[in-house]
T-cell receptor
Framework: GDSVTQMEGPVTLSEEAFLTINCTYT??????LFWYVQYPGEGLQLLLKATKADDKGSNKGFEATYRKETTSFHLEKGSVQVSDSAVYFCALISGFQKLVFGTGTRLLVSP | GAGVSQSPSNKVTEKGKDVELRCDPISGHTALYWYRQSLGQGLEFLIY????????KSGLPSDRFSAERTGGSVSTLTIQRTQQEDSAVYLCASSSNRQGLNQPQHFGDGTRLSIL
């Protein structure tokens, strides 16, 4: 079945550091890919999406590129802030319309 | 409303009782989903509605769990004879499929269910 694998956390960075959170997927067909973010005490929010190969999703300084050849959708940000501290979930939807999530990666950014 | 609304936000109940969780999706969204978030299992899909019908119930963990959606809008998730392992945050999401399938899903804040 479809699955998403993302790097285990926590990822601990200093403010202004470069962030990469790795995500790879297994899916039948041509999935759409998403990153969701969950800030402390809040619900899941859509961060960015990509619907086909080579698409780049971007939002709030975060980017991820849909790489079909490596089945990856790594999340990057050039300069993190303390306010980016949250749990990040990589996810996909394929033909079955349900989101399949990775286990989540906690990001901790210190001043 | 502007977003997906879930109620109650917190529910504490005794083992063996029945509970009902409510979800009011974004206006005009035809697709509605229920997920469960728990420490041991991460985020799990429960059920998907398109309009009032549920083409995918594959994630419901047992026959104690049921869900319905009426009028193509509000949905209720019912858990009968609750068990301690049902303790989790229950999340509802909705999406518009007017631009095709595989559209982003927008989540409510969830109902935190605690079974004593």
């Amino acid at each position: 079945g479809d699955s998403v694998t993302q790097m285990e956390g926590p990822v601990t960075l200093s403010e202004e550091a470069f962030l990469t959170i790795n995500c790879t997927y297994t899916a039948t067909g041509y999935p759409s890919l998403f990153w969701y973010v969950q800030y402390p005490g809040e619900g899941l929010q859509l961060l960015l999406k990509a619907t086909k190969a080579d698409d780049k999703g971007s939002n709030k300084g975060f980017e991820a590129t849909y790489r079909k050849e490596t089945t990856s959708f790594h999340l990057e940000k050039g300069s993190v802030q303390v306010s980016d501290s949250a749990v990040y979930f990589c996810a996909l939807i394929s033909g079955f319309q349900k989101l399949v999530f990775g286990t989540g990666t906690r990001l901790l950014v210190s001043p | 409303g502007a977003g997906v609304s879930q109620s109650p936000s917190n529910k504490v109940t005794e083992k063996g009782k029945d509970v009902e969780l409510r979800c009011d999706p974004i206006s005009g969204h035809t697709a509605l989903y229920w997920y469960r978030q728990s420490l041991g299992q991460g985020l799990e899909f429960l059920i998907y509605f398109q309009g009032n019908s549920a083409p995918d119930k594959s994630g419901l963990p047992s026959d104690r769990f049921s869900a319905e959606r009426t009028g193509g809008s509000v949905s209720t998730l019912t858990i009968q004879r609750t068990q301690q392992e049902d303790s989790a945050v229950y999340l509802c999401a909705s999406s518009s499929n007017r631009q095709g399938l595989n559209q982003p899903q927008h989540f409510g804040d969830g109902t935190r269910l605690s079974i004593l």
